[in-house]
């Protein structure tokens, strides 16, 4: 499966807060890499993340059998139907299935260093079952998922203890919700997301957002034309791909894009090596359709210029397209802010997001409406401890939402990033 992966440089570590969205991308393979050094090297980089989740499209159709042409061999997971993902035939994804049937092992070269190495749950440095020793505690988690569209009811609907669910989809509910720490993924120890009714506000403004390249992250209704995002959600290795759609979660359909504007500082490289941009990993984005009209919007709203303290009394709402949840929401309810990083309008927050939810809002209530104060970023790593999660605050691109809407600033998709003058008032 093919995921994007921004691997970050750490900073300092807070005790708390995680986040994010994505699947990563393969490393490198190590014929291509040179020495140890660079191996070790490439290890780290899968140690740490902002992970950006595009979820993994529908696989092409294969035949054959007992090799590895499905699209998705060799990304060191297995996804045959029986005990991988299903993403492929049965049969055709071999090499990556090939240590789970015939039993977990250690004969990764990264076994045996304290730190999970499977993809998903673990760095991904290994090939699935080839890391059996560090990944003893989170290896019951393999190839589970809460995919399933009634799951989170406390009610287990998997073939042999209920009905409803296909097998493998119904985790919470039939395994419970407890969570290993040392899982690489968005838990503090628990999974305490729930399924909303997207009909209902604030709900009815998220919805997905698929850029040019296929891959995917949550977006939520600021106007009746004007959608907001995470930055790294329109940028690609091949440079910048808004020429996206967004899918309102409430139904109907798709929006395209036309329109996109980013903080001329942001750098997609920059972000991806470093933490010392990410309050700029933002986006607005204008659709070709007035969604707003129909399910209306949110409005944006500063709260972490007082600081950590006034922050964290606000309950925070979040939903998105978690990787493990399928394309429905899985939401957040009254989780809350951990800390407010300072000058770089960035927060730290306690809310269980993951791999697909980069890009979507944090709100709060106001008075009967909703006001979006800050989008889903990236993770990064906390030794000992969960990991960070990092979200923007909205004191980043709220001053230019009102610009953006009036058709004073953007680019439209297909064009090189830059500002358009602004037009006389």
């Avoid at 092409?60 to 007992?66: F, P």
């Avoid at 091949?238 to 395209?256: C, L, M, Y």
């Avoid at 004191?395 to 064009?415: E, H, K, L, W």
Wanted: aromatic share 8%; with cysteine; proline share 5%.
């Amino acid at each position: 499966m093919r995921l994007i992966l921004a691997a970050a440089t750490i900073g300092a570590c807070l005790a708390a807060g995680h986040i994010m969205s994505g699947r990563e991308s393969d490393p490198a393979p190590a014929s291509v890499i040179a020495g140890e050094t660079a191996m070790r090297a490439e290890h780290a980089s899968l140690e740490i993340g902002k992970q950006a989740v595009p979820n993994k499209p529908p696989p092409r159709g294969v035949s054959g059998g007992g090799d590895d042409s499905c699209q998705w061999a060799n990304d060191r997971e297995c996804d045959d139907p029986d005990i991988g993902t299903g993403a492929c035939r049965m049969g055709t994804d071999v090499s990556d299935c090939r240590a789970m049937r015939a039993g977990d092992d250690d004969s990764c070269r990264w076994a045996r260093d304290g730190e999970c190495d499977d993809p998903n749950f673990g760095t991904g440095a290994c090939v699935q079952g080839t890391d059996r020793t560090d990944c003893g505690q989170v290896s019951w988690l393999r190839n589970l998922n809460d995919s399933c569209a009634t799951s989170f009811n406390n009610v287990c609907e998997e073939p042999g203890r209920g009905s409803g669910c296909a097998a493998r989809t119904d985790r919470s509910d039939c395994r419970g919700r407890q969570r290993p720490m040392t899982i690489n993924d968005h838990f503090f120890g628990r999974d305490d997301r729930v399924r909303v009714n997207a009909q209902e506000l604030p709900w009815r403004y998220m919805g997905q957002y698929t850029n040019g390249a296929g891959e995917r992250c949550t977006a939520t209704l600021i106007a009746r034309d004007v959608i907001v995002t995470a930055a790294h959600c329109i940028n690609t290795d091949e440079g910048i791909r808004a020429d996206g759609t967004f899918q309102p979660e409430a139904g109907g359909p798709a929006a395209r894009t036309t329109d996109y504007f980013l903080n001329p500082r942001f750098n997609y490289e920059r972000f991806n090596t470093t933490d010392e941009i990410d309050g700029l990993d933002w986006s607005l984005l204008r659709i070709d359709q007035p969604l707003g009209e129909r399910w209306g919007f949110a409005g944006t709203r500063i709260i972490t210029a007082q600081g950590t303290a006034a922050a964290r009394a606000f309950d925070l709402y979040q939903a998105g397209y978690s990787w493990d949840t399928g394309d429905r929401l899985s939401a957040n309810i009254a989780c809350h802010i951990v800390q407010v990083q300072g000058p770089d309008n960035t927060f730290a927050h306690e809310c269980d997001t993951t791999r697909g939810d980069s890009g979507s809002a944090f709100l709060v209530r106001n008075g009967n409406a909703w006001d979006v104060i800050g989008v889903d970023s990236n993770f990064r790593n906390n030794p000992g401890g969960p990991f960070i999660y990092i979200a923007v605050s909205a004191a980043s691109f709220q001053p230019y939402v009102a610009d953006f809407v009036a058709r004073r600033i953007g680019t439209p998709v297909g064009q090189q990033t830059g500002i358009k003058p602004k037009r006389d008032r």
